[in-house]
């Protein structure tokens, strides 16, 4: 029998891959898949409480935080095309000046 | 029947987030994110969530991920960051800050499943069902993402109107 248990414990651990990726990676594409796991986990757990709670609301965020995250990912990856066309590279510690 | 599928799909997904994380090719680890996306939309149609399963199947794993790609090849970024890629500065420190957000997770986690043990509900996220909450209850912020869509492709439009500025100089 699958517990609400067993479905915080696998958020977690995915979480926590994520937030490991996001810290140690220097490359910025990295850092904006891993920022995809930590969203990925977060999902899940709203799916699994809205599961066992009986409401739906968990799954209607877990759509608008879908849309939100293809926002994100737009702009964040037209940012990371800028900084490469710029700098030639994309790794996080060349980003040293505020104004370009 | 049930568990086992429960246990395949979170065994793939743990493994596809950590080659998203470990992998040094960046086409690996855009591919092993849909892997993962891919068995996390299963885990969605186990919790009966079909709807948010197959938003997250067509725009996730389809449209992002796809654009996540294009930027890849566009870039071409394989031989770049193969050979100059160094590891920060903060890994360990990073992966310690990581390991204990889990074991503190983990004991929050035990305490709460102790305070209440659920059992699974009869909700069932049917297109129908999810449909008629979201144009309800939810409308409000329905049309509010549409307003975010917008100011997302302002966005962008200026970013890339940079880039054209800065090649007319050159």
Known sequence: MITLGNYLALSGVIFSIGLIGVMTSRNVLKVLLSLELLLAASNLLFVAFSKFNGDYAGQLIVFF???VAAAEVAIG?????????RLSTIQADELRTMKW | MAPYFFYLFAAVLIFASLCVVLARNPLYNVLS????IFSLSCLFVILEAYFVGMILLLVYA?????FFLFVVMCLNLNTITITSEQQ???????????LMFLSSFFLASKSFIK???MDPSSIRGTIENIGKILFTNYLLPFELTSLLLLI???????LAQGVLDTGKDN
Do not use: C, N, T
């Open chain 2, 152 to 158: 997302a492709i302002f966005g962008i439009v200026s």
């Open chain 2, 115 to 117: 305070a209440q043990s």
């Open chain 2, 88 to 98: 920060s500065r903060f890994r360990w420190l990073g992966s310690f800050v990581g």
């Open chain 2, 62 to 66: 389809g449209a992002v991920l796809v």
């Open chain 2, 33 to 36: 994110l849909v892997v993962a």
């Open chain 1, 77 to 85: 990856l037209a940012i990371i095309v800028l900084m490469y066309r």
């Open chain 1, 65 to 67: 935080v879908i849309l």
